[in-house]
């Protein structure tokens, strides 16, 4: 059975400061991987998507990683920035499933 | 290209009525999924379906609960007989279906459920 963790649960910084996201799986069968962040009492949107044949994704200031064979991936955050403060959730795509396994998200709080 | 729909956002129910909720996906996408997130949890798959289909109803409750995309009009998520437990944020996505494994899904805004 696919488990998702997410650690830490929070992260309270200020703003500026480069962060590194984590996320760790226990089945490497997967066919994707995505974050996606989550504002209080919003949906989800998704931030970036990685196959399981590729090694990372960039969008402007996020860069998310894929370590298919150690179960693991981050999402690095430059310059964070007041705005960037949400829930962010990390999902994989299981193999032989359509459904997503998400980690219970990293709560993120950037201070001014 | 509206996204996906969701509606109502907000439902409050007594115990022991009935909670329809509805999602209409984005526009060409012909696969729905419903997840449940529950206080301080993670989201939780519960059906996949298709067009008049289900194809993994494996995180659904046994009871109460169903769910149906028919071949006209939104994808209906139902709870019979609601209890307290079923508060949770319930959300819906959506994918193109047009081939293969692991499509990105496209996640509405939710529908909230407040079970009193």
């Known amino acids: 059975k696919q488990e998702v963790t997410q650690i830490p649960a929070a992260l309270s910084v200020p703003e500026g400061e480069n962060l590194v996201l984590n996320c760790s799986f226990t089945d490497s069968a997967i066919y994707n991987l995505q974050w996606f962040r989550q504002d209080p009492g919003k949906g989800l949107t998704s931030l970036l998507l990685?196959?399981?044949?590729?090694r990372e994704q960039t969008s402007g200031r996020l860069n998310a990683s894929l370590d298919k064979s150690s179960g693991r991936s981050t999402l690095y955050i430059a310059a964070s920035q007041p705005g960037d403060s949400a829930t962010y959730l990390c999902a994989v795509a299981q193999g032989g499933s359509e459904k997503l396994v998400f980690g219970k998200g990293m709560k993120l709080t950037v201070n001014p | 290209n509206a996204g996906v729909m969701q509606n109502p956002r907000h439902l409050v129910r007594r115990r022991g009525q009935e909670a329809r909720l509805r999602c209409s996906p984005m526009k060409g996408h012909s696969h729905v999924y419903w997840y449940r997130q529950l206080p301080e949890e993670g989201l939780k798959f519960m059906v996949y379906?298709?067009?008049?289909?289900?194809?993994?109803e494996s995180g659904m409750p046994k009871e109460r609960f169903s769910a149906e995309f028919p071949k006209e009009g939104p994808s209906i998520l139902r709870i019979q007989q609601v209890v307290r437990g079923d508060s949770a944020a319930y959300f819906c996505?959506?994918?193109?279906?047009?081939?293969?494994?692991?499509?990105?899904?496209?996640f509405g805004p939710g529908t909230r459920l407040l079970v009193l």
């Open positions: 990685i196959q399981s044949s590729q």
């Open positions: 379906l298709q067009k008049e289909n289900i194809i993994d």
């Open positions: 996505a959506s994918s193109p279906g047009a081939g293969g494994s692991g499509e990105t899904q496209y």
